[in-house]
């Protein structure tokens, strides 16, 4: 792939704490990446290195060929002069210009001329539905609308890259829906590179075409498409951040796999992953991907129902472990205190060090 | 709200004794300025009003608190603004200490300052005035401050911090993203400045602007110190002059009210204008976190400005406080400052022997103490009323409520003299009590604010959790509301305890020969020509100011910036 | 432990009409959830059980006592109906600690100190803060200050608690760990809860019973939380539990079409719903898991015109004749038996279940 944007090396301490640690990461030109993971993991940081507000300490950035931050060659460009399109997490669009007047603004620094303003400022009210609202002011709009603002004052001025800073975690989950859909029409449109920076797994993965999933120091802990990431989830860190889990002690007899302390039950698998003697692997799977049956599977006693609405949440306890299990409405229900039996479709096999132990 | 529980009566019984309060300390006082004004042998005389307004001298007061208003908001807004930038938006050394310095004016009360400029820059006798003329052998001094501009300028050193505090507060509040979102479209700092920071940044500008020419077209001390030598007259000191030059005839009087009518029409359009720019609404640019704003990297310009600051602070601050001190301490005035010359028999002999300053003393601080705790008690009841009480008709002691806030300290001597001196059958004129009648309209507006605030924050669901557990209405109020209140009930005494101690403007219209206050012990003082015992109680006063205001920070855990004088 | 009754309640305060004819009982131990939207009221009944507010017509009963009501002048006050309160900011007192907190009711019924220490400190420790209860409220995080309102509500055992939207202020974690101690609360101590929230996945979760409330204030169904939720009465609170598909439909030709498709639905119809049907006073509805997607085949025809992955199931946004329809498939059955469709791919759709609405009844709620 053509890299659009580099990173190569790129550190940074504050104080005595390494926000960043040697990131490297190399993004195509048009590819809509999400930095995820917790508060605090660095992804933040690494947004504002990429924009200007903060300097590395070492490494270096390149956007196509042009060198835009290197401790190397001792070269930093400042942000106003990145041409990057940013919109932020409160929106931060100016409550005392119009609309119109907001998106115009990148345009007028830069210096084009009366029509030229006018044509590019419209053609980015329309993309983004604000051609109505154009002479209204911020604080009489949604939200979303706000949001918006902030969208098309990016694209105004048609950049390469648009750097997003968790853009939706101040609208509400029906607004959230409508703008992820949005953002991704407007870069299919105009084919600019996104970088964007969420804690909210659901979001990366709706929008994403690659996710980066990151740990303290941002350390990259898997880089993957989000289809990837969610059914080959490369270490036991990306397997909790991502969706919901159950992490299951086993013991190894008779050349099957059973639940710790619960050989009555039954076995789980007769697919034995590799592992160091003595030391089996954890096992992890997904609630929802875990059947339970009236007879047959492993047996084990259900101790909680709860209705969620169209799913329906159990606790199923097998000897000492507690798994937990999601099953549609639809399906049959069982009761608090009924027999049951669960049956384990995908096997996640995690070792000590938390990595990832193939399935057999 | 609390809930619609008929108290069957209290509730409206309240109301009522709280409107009654509010009319009669504060309503009833202001309408007979306006009367007086307006009204003579039963009919109404404008003609007579203009006729007053034609006269020379009340026109050029008029001219001249207009001019001087205007001058000293434009020197304090630039002032303010600046200072504000430096300390809030770069990297300016010593910051946190520069923030204090640049408040210290606040607590000192400006007609001291006012006299201690006297002390270096009167014409002759100034000390700046006879070094410089000393120094390079001219007949002329430096600069003349019994003049229009001096009155200016030391207004203003007193004035700007009004502005400097509002200003960089919005700044240091500010969401940086909309700074930074400017950045990253393409601006510089010099167009992010002129396009983003500071529209951003003007309602509070003309917030702070427009409390400083509130404050300075009803302002008396200054004014009177400096500007009555050379014949300058604002309308606080010209209703001053006709009053008691004229011993309280009626044609002084009324020119006083129609003075006063000006000045609280003039009070009440800025507090509008303000009130306007404050719900202009769009203007929401206070972040929710705490995020440091983007600093700007001085440089070169560090040090130069650094010292420029200093330099300012030593000359509006620290120049006049240590001359007050050390003319305190000198045997006589004129004598050069040598340690033969000092000595603490002022100090002794104004605490302990004489009479005008024993007395002085003792009247503010009882009269001071009396109003601020009877203000306090019954603002917090009028605060209660208004803020948790679902009773019709509130809306008159919120309007009430608020009147006070705009009236200079002037016109509510005046008003409270129309009222009180025998006209409904009771006369304080020349008594402890018209002073105590006057402080409490002037602050009441203080008290109500001060307590409705500390209200506002106890939750109405703290009260009703109280009431769930088996509480009646009166317990939730004792074990719930009373404790949480306390702090605002504290600061509202202090807010008004300390302004009324060390002011001038309202006392030094209705003090009698056994009532005066300190400020107007120091001012009689000053205009008796007796500079050393002025000084020596002016640092006494100051001294009291200091520790009062370390005191109240230790017990509140906040420094209570008082405001009038 | 008392039931509550509540008869003909009228909320109207000046023009504002907020509800009337409210006819409701809670039973004596349930845990009862009012579900509605926001502004539909349903804190306005609460309060007017715990006696904040005096409705304008009808009656309130606690066990057989009459607490409120209009026409008789009766207003027991808030503080005589021996009730456990718990707010949405919690109001927990600041300047009070943990044990102060939760003492507070029994010193006012003048309970004798040592029973009422021991008595408090049962109620600490049955939420789980013991060890805290010389802590001030600031010191605690959001679900400690909750759990001091709980502590606080039980402590003097009142017979009814009525709890609005407690939980609202606390991160999802939390509030799933905090709906099972208060169920759990309930089921030790047999007290009757109201509970008022506008998140069904709560009221789903921890009710006996739940009543839905319209944004006019009207009583919409009530009934236990599975029957609710398979057997929603109308369009309204179809909608209200979750993530509904409307479809409107025509008439060809005797059969019946989603609008603007070819395809007559092949689902089961009674003759009454094709009545309705006939009249054009109903929509279909289905919700998306109620739909098998396939590639060839399927009883209607349809495109693919958006597909979300968000995890454990994926989303897609069909276009059937002139109506947009959510259906969704489980990521494993998607990806890993490679069932997943494409944007802009043809597809099946068949409808496990339909259900008919009143076009009238399917609100939009806030």
Redesign the interface.
Known sequence: MTAHVILRNVTKRFGSVVAVDNLNLEIARGECLSLLGPSGCGKTTTLRML???EDLDEGEILVGDRVISSRFKNYYL?????????V???F?????LSVFDNVA??LQ??GLSRPEIREKTTKALTYTGLLDVRDS???ELSGGQKQRI?LA?SIS?NPTVM?LDEPLSNLDPKMREVM??EIKELQKRFNFTIIYVTHD??EA??LSDRIVVMDFGALIQQDDT??NV??RPANKFVFSF???SNFLAVELADGRIYLQGAREAGPVTAAVPPHAPGKPPTLAC?P??IEMVPTGGVRGVVTRR?????IIDYRVQVGPTEVRV?R???KP?FSEEDQCGLVF??LHWYDESGARVPTP | MTGTDRKFGIAEILLLFSVLVLVIVVAVPILLIFWNAVVVDGGLNIAGIVKVLSEPDVFQAVVNSLVIAGAVTVVSTVLGVFFAWLVSRTDLPFKETMKLLFLVPFMLPSFIGAIAWKMLLSPRAGLVNKWFMGLFGLEQPLFNIYSLGGIIAVESMYLFPFVFIQVSGALERMDPTLEESARISGAGLLTITRRVTLPLMLPSIAAGALLVALYSLAHFGVPAVLGTEAGIFNIPTLIYQKIYASGGRFEAIRAGTILSSILVTAAALILYAQNLILTAGRFQVIAGKSVRPMLLKLRGLKYPLLSLSVLYIAITVLLPTVTIFLVALLRTYGLSFSLENMTLHNITYILFTMKLTKDAIWNSFYLSLAAALVTMLVGTLISYVIVKMRVRGKFLLEFLGLLPFSVPGTVIALGVILMWSGKFGVNLYNTAWIIFVAYIARYMAFALKSTSAALEQVGDSLEEAARACGATHWQAMKDVVLPLIKPGMMAAFFLIFLPALRELTTSVLLYGPTTRTIGVAIYALNEDGETVYAAALSAVALFIIIVGHWVIKRITGTTKIGGAS | MADVRLENLAAVFGTHRVFEGFTLTIRDGECFTLLGPSGCGKSVVMRMIAGFEHPSAGEVFIGDRLVSSAAKKVHVPTESRNIGVVFQDYAVWPHKTVFENVVYPLQIQKVPAAEAKARTMEAIAQVHLGGLEDRYPSQLSGGQQQRVALARALVSKPKIMLLDEPLSNLDANLREEMRFEIKDLQRRTGVTILYVTHDQEVALAISDRIGIMGKDGSLRQVGDPHEIYTNPGDGFVFNFLGVANFIPVERRNGAVHIQGSDLPLQVEISPAARERIARGEVLAACRPFEIDLVREGGATRGLVRRRVFLGPIVTYFITVGQVEIRAQQEAAEAFRDGRALEEGEACGLTFQALRWYDKASVGKEA
């Open positions: 924009a200007g507000f400042p942000p106003e002069k990145r041409d990057f399109g940013m932020f997490q409160a931060a669009v100016w409550p005392h603004f990148p620094i830069r002011y911020p604080n902030a004052r001025f750097l992820r859909f797994q659901a993965m709706a989000p289809v969610y059914l991502i969706g919901l997904r929802a991907e709860v209705l969620l609405g169209d999601q549609n409405v639809r229900v479709s995908a």
